[in-house]
């Protein structure tokens, strides 16, 4: 019910759609309301397709990005968490999507032998889609390439961030692996992250990837024109928000 909730909930949590339901809202309102109406939807378009403005947020709340030497190099299994990719309904190939970089940073850490193990950890994140299950897609894509190892891991059957530490923990105690791991994921969603799975017992070094916050200074244009890209990770970082809360509330973190 849970999950069922979480994803029915998502869209409530976008900049833009405050703005149509406000002025859908103000077709019902008298003309001197309306107006009242028709100036927060666009106070709440200005504010929130500034990108400075939202760097200014985002870089509050993400997990700083660790070093490659700053790594403790004690902890050799590598756990990258869902959410990078989805099938592609008219060929079957895995159509990548920006949160790929997790995989990638996580890949790079095994074969350049900062860690010994890689585990995939993500299955059906959506509601209706009867797809393959993310890892088994990343399983097939390896395999193909010529890239899948004895030392990668699958588990598929997670939905969300807390089932990825449930049944990593499952498969870590059934493999008999260490459970001092690095953790990879996107750098808004590594505080959840890591409450979750230090919650089931891991000692967890984190190692970002996918930042929100932008990896080069402000320009001036960030500051006067608006974005709807903006609008949309706004959404994003809502969405982390409220699962972070829920998350407390349900005891999972």
């Known amino acids: 019910m849970f999950f069922i909730l979480s994803k029915i909930l998502n869209v409530l949590f ?95 850490l095994l074969k350049t032998g900062i860690a010994d193990t890689l585990l995939i950890s993500g299955g059906l994140g959506t509601l209706f889609d009867e797809q393959t299950p993310e890892a088994d897609m990343w399983k097939a894509y390896l395999k193909k390439t010529g890239m899948l190892s004895g030392n990668i891991l699958t588990e598929s059957q997670s939905r969300n961030t807390y089932e990825n530490a449930l049944n990593s923990a499952k498969l870590f105690e059934e493999k008999q692996l260490s459970k001092r791991i690095i953790l990879v994921t996107s750098s808004f969603h590594m505080p959840r992250a890591r409450a979750c799975f230090e919650k089931q017992g891991f000692q967890v070094e984190a190692f970002t990837a996918d930042p929100l916050g932008g990896t080069r200074p402000l320009q001036w244009k960030d500051y006067v024109i608006p974005s709807a890209g903006i609008m949309e990770l706004w959404g994003i970082l809502f969405r982390e928000w409220a699962g972070v809360f829920m998350y407390k509330m349900n005891g999972y973190i």
Do not use: C, T
Request: hydrophobic letters at 50%.
């Open 14 to 108: 976008s900049p833009f759609v405050w703005v149509l339901l406000l002025l859908l809202a103000g077709l019902f309102f008298k003309k001197e309301n309306r107006r009242v109406i028709h100036i927060m939807a666009f106070g709440i378009l200005l504010l929130f397709s500034n990108g400075a403005v939202f760097q200014g947020v985002v870089r509050l709340w993400e997990s700083e990005p660790v070093a490659l030497s700053h790594l403790s190099g004690n902890n050799r299994n590598v756990v990258v968490l869902g959410g990078m990719l989805s099938e592609n309904q008219y060929n079957g190939l895995p159509r990548f999507n920006q949160s790929s970089d997790r995989f990638w940073q996580a890949f790079y």
